[in-house]
Nanobody, 124 residues
Framework: HVQLVESGGGSVQAGGSLKLSCTYSGYTSFIDCMGWFRQAPGKEREGVAAIDGDGVALYATFVNERFTISRDYENHKNTLQMRNLKPEDTGTYYC???????????????????WGQGTQVTVS
């Protein structure tokens, strides 16, 4: 599987912004579906956003136009730009990928086969 490494997490006050990046390696070319998930203590992992091999993005309802996911094929990464962060956005954010270009079932964690180690986002 592709190796994924997240970066960009940190602490921010409510209303602030953070940009998370997911760098991938292990393939010469990579156009598989990629997604971002998050998990807070005591809660199940939930999908945040995903982007397919053609660059078509989808978002969870709670995003409410605050986040933007994009991918950079040349630099082997995707980016989740988060704006107007709220305390409820706090959690560990994971980058993940499927094994084909289309995002099967969108944001179902079970459809993603490669996962990064996670990066912590804290909004206060």
């Amino acid at each position: 599987h592709v190796q994924l490494v997240e970066s960009g997490g940190g602490s921010v006050q409510a209303g602030g912004s953070l940009k998370l990046s997911c760098t991938y390696s292990g393939y010469t070319s990579f156009i598989d579906c990629m997604g971002w998930f998050r998990q807070a203590p005591g809660k199940e992992r939930e999908g945040v956003a995903a982007i397919d091999g053609d660059g078509v993005a989808l978002y969870a309802t709670f995003v409410n136009e605050r986040f933007t996911i994009s991918r950079d094929y040349e630099n082997h990464k995707n980016t989740l730009q988060m704006r107007n962060l709220k305390p409820e956005d706090t959690g560990t954010y994971y980058c993940a990928s499927q094994e084909w270009s289309h995002c099967t079932n969108g944001l179902a964690p079970s459809d993603y086969v490669s996962w990064g180690q996670g990066t912590q986002v804290t909004v206060s």
